[in-house]
Every structure is written in structure tokens, then in C-alpha cells.
């Protein structure tokens, strides 16, 4: 398994891509890596880690995208950026799996789109992060950011994707997938969910268990929500901010007074293991459905386990059968 790591764009690149990236050949004995970014600062980096191992390439790509640039300028003119490298590679050679990336989504969505192709038959690619639920489990926001106008034909594609997805790399076996909507009623919502919801019942190659409020989002009933771009960004982010938020007055309830040091003293691991629960770094990043070839978009502000669990991402959907089902249920659906 071969896969790419964009090493610069991040908040805290290049030291974090670089260190998640030797992370995570410690974790597959089957993986190499190619790493883009200025030869000079990985390396750096390499021997700041003491990695002295055989499974790490480095491509020398000086010029960096920022999130100010716009998409096709940066296609155009930032050729010899670490993204756009990794981008020309993943397309020309057969052997490399992936991309993982922490720089500017537009330029990557642009990039990835132009330059690698979709499936046959998915009319747009669409982002799918992942949120823990309260039972344990894990959610996925499809889409959550590359599409805001979409069709209620994309929001089927995004419901057969997610759910290939979630089979293939983390096992649901039948995933639940939900629409997004304003209430649970099969009448609810605008013009779009209200096509969208006939389209998506009658589809015998996903699990539609009908409509979802999105104060439900975590509660574990569902596997899958399918929602336009707009609507599903500001459900991710919101549902983020919230967790970060709560923990912040928690600990600043906490401080408070004595009584409650106290008794935070006695609940440390109970919190600790709550705080690393509501930590959306452990959960990866958000991967991009729809293209021939893995694309895996972390957070600008990942750390290097972040980057890892990204890797770790790439490589399994890289080894499952994900593609072929996707091609396979879109045939179904044609018919």
C-alpha cells in the first residue's frame, strides 16, 4: 500500500503531517509513504523524530496553498505546491492509493475533482466526517461541505456513497441512513428533501429509515445523514463547537469552588476519558466520496495523531472493495 501525505497547509504543518505519518507505519508493516513539502523542513523533521526507517519518500514541493488563494489559481499557478504534487502523482501512477491532505478543502475538492476523476455515474464527490454517538458508535455527515446546491438525484448518490463507506471500512454491516430535514415527517422540509425522500425509500441499495432533526444527530439511531453541503457543515461544526464549549465551563464550573476541586479530583479519569470522547481529532477526517482514487481531508488544525487516524482511514478504504460496490449499486439504480 503505497499512499501520499501533503505535508504543509495545516495549522500545525509540517511537524504534525510528518510525525502522524511515521505513527502510522509503526501501525501497517505494509504501508510506504510519500511525503510532499519542502525537502529540506521534513527532513528536519525526520531526524527531530529519529526516524531512520526505509518506508518514506520525500517529494520536493516548496510553494504552499493557503486558505486565501482560490481554488483554480491554485491548480494553475502553485503547480509545484505539496498539495498539487500529490494530486499529479495519485493521478499518474497506478500503484499510489491516496491522498491525505490538511490544507485548503477548496483547492483540494478543485484538485481532486479536475485532475482525478469520479466514479462512473456520481455526479459530484461529497465530503463524509465522522461524529461519535452516545452509545459508542459513529455517525457520518454526508455531505458536509463540497456541495451547497445540490439535486435530490446527489442526495442518493451521497446516501449509496456513505453507505459503502461505512460498510467497507469501519464494518456496519446495514448502515441507517436519515435525510436531514426540519422534522420527522415524510411531508416535512423543502422542495428538495421532499423529492429526495421517495428516492431515497425506494432505493434497494441503502437502509433509508426515514427523516432526522438534527438534535438527534449523536443519539446513536442513526448510522448515516445525507443533507446539501450547507446545511451539513454547519451541523458538523455546530455539533463541535458545542462539545468544546460545554467542556470549557465545565472546567471553568470546576475551578470554581473547593467543593468542586474536590470532587473533579475523584472524577479525573471519568473526565478525561469524556474529554477524549468529544475530541473530533479522534475521529479522523473527513473523506472525499465519489473519486476514483482515496482522498482523505483533515483538519486544518489536526495534531499528529489526527494525521495518523487520517492515514489509517486512507489505507483501509484503499484495501476494501468500497468502488466496486459503489459502481455495482449505481448500475442497480440505473436499471
Known amino acids: 500500500m503505497k499512499l501520499i501525505v501533503d505535508c504543509f497547509g495545516g495549522d500545525k504543518s509540517p511537524a504534525a503531517n510528518v510525525e502522524g505519518a511515521v505513527l502510522a507505519l509503526k501501525e501497517h508493516d505494509d504501508l510506504s509513504l510519500i511525503l510532499t513539502g519542502d525537502e529540506t523542513i521534513i527532513k528536519n523533521e525526520l531526524d527531530r523524530l529519529g526516524y531512520t526507517g526505509s518506508k518514506l519518500e520525500i517529494v520536493h514541493a516548496p510553494e504552499v496553498i493557503t486558505g486565501e488563494d482560490k481554488p483554480t489559481d491554485a491548480i494553475r499557478l502553485k503547480k509545484e505546491s505539496s498539495m498539487i504534487k500529490a494530486i499529479a502523482m495519485l493521478r499518474k501512477d497506478p500503484e499510489i492509493s491516496g491522498v491525505i491532505s490538511t490544507g485548503a478543502t477548496g483547492a483540494l475538492i478543485a484538485a481532486a475533482t479536475l485532475r482525478i476523476g469520479r466514479i ?17 458508535g459513529i455517525v457520518g455527515i454526508c455531505d458536509s461541505g ?3 446546491d445540490i439535486t435530490p438525484e446527489m442526495l442518493l448518490h451521497q446516501a449509496i456513497l456513505g453507505s459503502a463507506y461505512l460498510k467497507n471500512v469501519y464494518g456496519v454491516k446495514n448502515p441507517r441512513v436519515a435525510l436531514l430535514n426540519v422534522g420527522v415527517e415524510s411531508e416535512k422540509g423543502d422542495d428538495l428533501r421532499k423529492k429526495a425522500y421517495p428516492m431515497l425509500g425506494a432505493c434497494d441499495s441503502i437502509n433509508f429509515v426515514g427523516n ?23 451541523l458538523v461544526k455546530t455539533t463541535e463547537g458545542t462539545a468544546l464549549e460545554l467542556l470549557k465551563k465545565l472546567k471553568k464550573d470546576i475551578y470554581s469552588k473547593t467543593i468542586y476541586k474536590i470532587g473533579a ?3 479525573k479519569k471519568m473526565f478525561m476519558e469524556e474529554k477524549e470522547f468529544m475530541n473530533y481529532h479522534n475521529y479522523g477526517g473527513s473523506v472525499l466520496l465519489g473519486c476514483e482514487k482515496t482522498i482523505v481531508k483533515g483538519h486544518g488544525s489536526s495534531d499528529a495523531n ?19 460496490e459503489i459502481e455495482k449499486a449505481l448500475e442497480e439504480l440505473k436499471g
Open 146 to 148: 463540497a456541495n451547497v
Open 265 to 267: 479530583l475523584l472524577m
Open 306 to 324: 489526527a494525521v495518523r487516524i487520517c492515514i489509517d482511514q486512507a489505507y483501509k478504504m484503499s484495501a476494501g472493495a468500497m468502488n466496486a
Open 212 to 234: 432526522m432533526e438534527s438534535r438527534d444527530l449523536l443519539s446513536g439511531k442513526y448510522d448515516l445523514v445525507v443533507c446539501d453541503g450547507f446545511s451539513g457543515n454547519v
Open 120 to 136: 462512473r455515474g456520481i455526479r459530484r464527490p461529497a465530503f463524509c466526517p465522522l461524529l461519535p454517538t452516545m452509545d459508542g
